[in-house]
Nanobody, 125 residues
Framework: VQLQASGGGLVQVGGSLRLSCVASGFAFDYYAISWFRQAPGKEREGVASISHSGSMTVYAESVKGRFTISRDNAKNTGYLQMNSLKPEDTAVYYC???????????????????WGHGTLVTVSS
């Protein structure tokens, strides 16, 4: 089982990045996918979630209107499109998979079945 996140990098304020999360070793289309992030000196927080089918999404208030979560079940891949990036978006971003119908009611990390290694996003001002 593996979740491989990629796409992070250095970007200027107002710029965009798209993160990818490629899954292998489990039935990807049976799992909701979430993106979390952890900024330096802060606890990890949930950013966005998408249901197994892609029909439902939920976002943290801090990214609503700027980030878009999506998935392509044929490619076993989840995405996080990040636009209008701010310095406070600087963090290590993680993807995680949860065996659930719909979207999670909360971003409780203990509930997640699988986690990927993070990818670093740095937004410079």
């Amino acid at each position: 089982v593996q979740l491989q996140a990629s796409g992070g990098g250095l970007v200027q304020v107002g710029g965009s990045l798209r993160l990818s999360c490629v899954a292998s070793g489990f039935a990807f289309d049976y799992y909701a996918i979430s993106w979390f992030r952890q900024a330096p000196g802060k606890e990890r927080e949930g950013v966005a979630s998408i249901s197994h089918s892609g029909s439902m999404t939920v976002y943290a208030e801090s990214v609503k209107g700027r980030f878009t979560i999506s998935r392509d079940n044929a490619k076993n891949t989840g995405y996080l499109q990040m636009n209008s990036l701010k310095p406070e978006d600087t963090a290590v971003y993680y993807c995680a998979a949860l065996s659930i119908r719909g979207v999670p009611s909360s971003w409780s990390e203990m509930e997640y079945n699988y986690w990927g290694h993070g990818t670093l996003v740095t937004v410079s001002s």
